[in-house]
């Protein structure tokens, strides 16, 4: 089986390297998985593109802005039967993929996502990003009926093939949950997996409260829309 690991940067040049060499390929390989790393990059102006190349990850650059519009991209360039993305700020752990992919074909799932709270570094999530947060997946949970406890995660799992089943309209931060509720909504086999989550390496670019707020609006206005 073909995986592709998917990771959007900016600026992530004192991540990105732990983040890559985390991968546990030779454990994958022994697994049967053959691994593509993409790095979806928005412009950075710093190293973050020659670092990831020197360790094996494809670049790929994406001038758009946007984190959703990032995924998009790779999405279409990713050759995985198999898709699995994380930040490019060592939030994630990559080595717990054996053990989600296992579930995954175990379970015969065809959508994972991670939960981040339940085993998280305490200064991992700044408070006012956890309140927003909180807000979010409630929001998420009352307007879709998606029964999900963490609804910004950027970690997930799933088959490739779902894409075509997926209405995503967002190129900003809310295709986290956008992608979420679509597979959810969908009917497809969907977990969410609790895993460990680290403080980021590198410095913050989320404005918390601006992207709350466009998060909160992008919900409300999907569901309108829908209906
Ligand atoms: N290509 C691309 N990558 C982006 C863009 N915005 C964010 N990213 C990357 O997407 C990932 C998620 O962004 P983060 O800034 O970590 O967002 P977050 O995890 O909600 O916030 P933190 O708690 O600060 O980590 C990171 O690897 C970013 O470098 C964008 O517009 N384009
Ligand atoms: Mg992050």
Redesign the pocket.
């Given at each position: 089986m073909k995986l592709s690991i998917i990771?959007?940067?900016?600026?992530?040049e004192k991540a990105i390297g732990q983040v890559i060499k985390e991968i546990p390929i030779k454990t994958l390989e022994k697994n049967n998985y053959k691994t593509e790393i993409l790095i979806?990059?928005?412009a950075s102006t710093d190293s973050t593109k020659s670092i990831a190349e020197k360790q094996g990850a494809k670049v790929i650059t994406?001038k758009r802005?946007?984190?959703g519009?990032?995924y998009k991209t790779g999405f279409k360039k990713a050759k995985g039967d198999i898709i699995i993305t994380a930040?490019?700020?060592y939030?994630y752990p990559m080595t717990a993929i054996p053990d989600l992919l296992e579930t995954l074909n175990k379970e015969n799932l065809d959508f994972i996502t991670t939960n981040r709270f339940k085993h998280r570094d305490k200064k991992s999530?700044r408070t006012l990003?956890l309140i927003g947060n909180h807000i979010l997946t409630l929001a998420t949970q009352l307007l879709y009926h998606v029964k999900i406890k963490d609804s910004?995660s950027?970690m997930w799992i799933f088959r490739k093939k779902i894409l075509k089943n997926l209405t995503l309209t967002s190129d900003g931060?809310p295709f986290s949950e956008e992608i979420k509720i679509e597979a959810y909504k969908k009917g497809l086999r969907c977990k969410e997996i609790p895993i460990k989550y680290r403080t980021?390496i590198g410095e913050?670019?989320?404005d918390s409260y601006q992207d709350g707020i466009k998060n909160l609006k992008f919900l409300i206005t999907k569901k309108l829309r829908h209906n």
């Open positions: 990771i959007p940067t900016i600026n992530e979806i990059d928005g994406e802005k946007g984190y519009r990032a930040d490019g700020d939030t999530v990003h910004q950027g931060m980021r913050v670019k989320l």
